[in-house]
């Protein structure tokens, strides 16, 4: 891929777990498609259930030593990936044009925004804190209690097409400053942005191989396998009710924890005494924003 200065840029086309990258285990992989001119970028590999049974155990694995890094400790960790994602902004905001469709300005938009949410999620693993509190009932009376957090487990987060780097971040933040390890499932239309932040982040000084691991699929089949998975404890999704509602049903066979955002168009409403022409012009903004 090459940026607007004529600067080429490798695209990628593998799954990424524990710190490599790695072919499916079936070999399997989809076109991905660049949507200004419908040409083929790359083929990029699609995980099955045995790839997601295998970043599944490398969280595992990575939660034993995560969990014990200090609050302090992951926010600067975090903040250092912040400052790599800013220092390869070009490469991202090219992968992200050629991959999603976006405008440059939105491009650069968003990764200023993706960097921005890094930090502001470190900033909040510091300030992770549970209560103490004083009983006074029964035969706890005069007795102190308190209660700590904990990280949830191993995160499945499932990402849609419309801002794949961003909305990676907005998933990946909280689960890394909570203490947490996850995969991240981005979309097949625009896996790009989201498989090279991985990389970035284990390429961050102090990152423990296994935290995070990304893998692209197709959803009927990369999808169900991580929501079905029972080594993982939540589900993070933004997409359609209709996915929404599947994943919902199927993550009550083992209790997972469930965060959905669901969208569609929203309507404009408009009121008798409000300004026709500044609400036409808003509802054509939002209407075409984003490359529609």
Request: net charge negative.
């Amino acid at each position: 891929m090459t940026n607007r200065a004529g600067k080429s840029y490798a695209a990628p086309d593998k799954l990424y777990i524990h710190g490599e990258w790695v072919a499916s285990k079936s070999g399997a992989t989809f076109d991905n498609i660049n949507p200004s001119n419908e040409t083929i970028l790359n083929q990029v590999a699609s995980a099955g259930k045995e790839d997601i049974d295998a970043a599944v155990e490398s969280c595992t694995q990575a939660a034993k030593e995560w969990k014990k890094v200090s609050n302090l400790q992951r926010a600067q960790i975090m903040n250092k990936f912040a400052d790599i994602i800013d220092a390869n902004q070009d490469e991202l905001i090219t992968l992200e044009c050629e991959d999603m469709g976006k405008t440059y300005d939105e491009a650069v938009f968003d990764m200023n925004f993706t960097s921005q949410t890094i930090r502001y999620y470190a900033g909040l693993a510091s300030n992770i804190s549970g209560q103490s509190f004083q009983r006074d009932a029964g035969m706890w009376s005069n007795t102190y209690g308190y209660t700590r957090k904990e990280p949830v487990g191993v995160c499945g987060l499932i990402t849609p097409w419309n801002f794949p780097a961003l909305m990676t971040a907005w998933k990946i933040g909280p689960m890394l400053a909570s203490g947490c390890t996850g995969i991240s499932k981005p979309p097949e239309l625009a896996p790009l942005s989201s498989l090279r932040l991985v990389e970035l982040w284990n390429e961050t000084p102090g990152v423990i191989p296994g935290v995070l691991n990304c893998l692209p699929g197709v959803g009927a089949e990369a999808g169900e396998a991580l929501v079905d998975h029972p080594g993982i404890r939540k589900i993070a999704f933004t997409g359609s009710g209709v996915t929404g509602k599947r994943i919902m049903q199927r993550a009550t066979s083992n209790l997972k924890r469930v965060t959905l955002e669901l969208g569609g168009k929203g309507p404009l409403i408009i009121c008798e005494d409000a300004d026709m022409e500044k609400a036409v012009n808003v509802a054509s903004f939002m209407g075409f924003l984003n490359s529609g």
